[in-house]
């Protein structure tokens, strides 16, 4: 593992080290500049965790599970795919992925935003929430595994792929925004699948228009392939009631 100071950015080399000295160094050097650059990444967990707003790291290689776990405020660009639990609980702060993503990006996620260019694993957005100002957004520009949006609370999810089986199971707040629509018997009981309205176009191209500028070198690497299209190939899943358990009291 080595440290290092280019063009007034802090660089660290992972290599093989243990997770734990890994995230000794990388936060050794947040703490001396604003940005660092981590090479030859190599699975090592719980990059970025808690790291506050104004401070940003660019990882190159495969960050492991639980990256920006807990950050508040902060910005982390992946220049390939990331494993599972992305974002767990994160309260604020900003993830795009030239890649793909794990199981359970976005898991209990509280605000912030999530892009990745490509699909994800089963269980993103689950638990997601929101209160008041703070409504955390996953755009996912290829397809979901199973269980995409489970018992989801609140925020936005919007997916550019195919949806895998049990999308929305247990979902009671927040709204998914599909471009390929569900057949009707895989609509989850207590969601509704409906035609977006004009605020939904509104937040749709606000969204896209992220994602797309997000990975627009990528996509021109590609013959000037992109995955956004336009807003109104869309549907969204939104819970039929804010209570759907409510039966299960007394």
Not at 145 to 152: D, P, R, T, V
Not at 176 to 199: K, N, S, W
Request: proline residues 3%; charged residues 20%; aromatic residues 8%.
């Amino acid at each position: 593992m080595m440290t290092s100071i280019e063009n007034s950015k802090a660089v660290v080399t992972l290599g093989t080290a243990h997770f734990k000295e890994a995230n000794e160094a990388v936060r050794a050097a947040l703490d001396a500049t604003d940005t660092v650059e981590l090479r030859d990444v190599f699975a090592q967990r719980y990059l970025g965790c808690g790291m506050p707003a104004g401070k940003r790291l660019e990882i190159h290689g495969v960050p492991g599970n639980d990256m920006a776990c807990y950050m508040d405020g902060g910005s982390i660009e992946v220049f390939g795919n990331a494993q599972d639990q992305v974002a767990n609980t994160m309260n604020h702060g900003d993830i795009v992925i030239h890649g793909r993503v794990g199981d359970a990006a976005g898991y209990g996620m509280r605000g912030g935003r999530i892009l990745v260019r490509d699909g994800c694993g089963w269980r993103v957005g689950i638990h997601m929430k929101e209160f008041g100002a703070h409504r955390p957004v996953i755009v996912i520009g290829g397809d979901a595994g199973s269980f995409l949006g489970e018992y989801m609370a609140g925020g936005i999810i919007v997916l550019l792929g195919h949806a895998g089986p049990y999308v929305a199971r247990g979902m009671h707040g927040g709204v998914i925004y599909l471009r390929h629509a569900l057949d009707e018997c895989d609509v989850p009981d207590g969601v509704v699948q409906e035609p977006v309205d004009e605020q939904d176009r509104a937040i749709l191209a606000r969204l896209l228009g992220e994602y797309n500028a997000a990975f627009a070198d990528d996509f021109r690497a590609a013959d000037g392939h992109a995955n956004a299209s336009a807003t109104d190939e869309f549907v969204r899943l939104r819970p039929a009631t804010s209570r759907p358990y409510a039966n299960l009291y007394t």
